[in-house]
């Protein structure tokens, strides 16, 4: 895994830190699924956590996690991957 870039918020601004902090979770865990074969589609940087969506197939059962959201045609798959929330669809 790649070094966390470290910046002192007296250069970057301390309302900056939270949100380049925020996106360098997110390119460090979407870089270990592409590395890892995983086909990375977006990235959510809304929340507390990353939400990294992934392209649906068999492998993202390795992933452990579990249904986060679902109805009667698909099921919105969740698993926490280095402190990303990361996040498949399941159609039934």
Known sequence: MRPRIE???ASIGVQN???LDTLSLAYSCA?????DGFTVLRAVIENHKPVIWIQPEQRCASLGGGEYKWNNRESTMQADVNGCRVQWTVVH
């Open 7 to 9: 910046h002192p918020a």
């Open 31 to 35: 870089l270990r699924l592409a590395e």
């Open 17 to 19: 830190k939270h949100a």
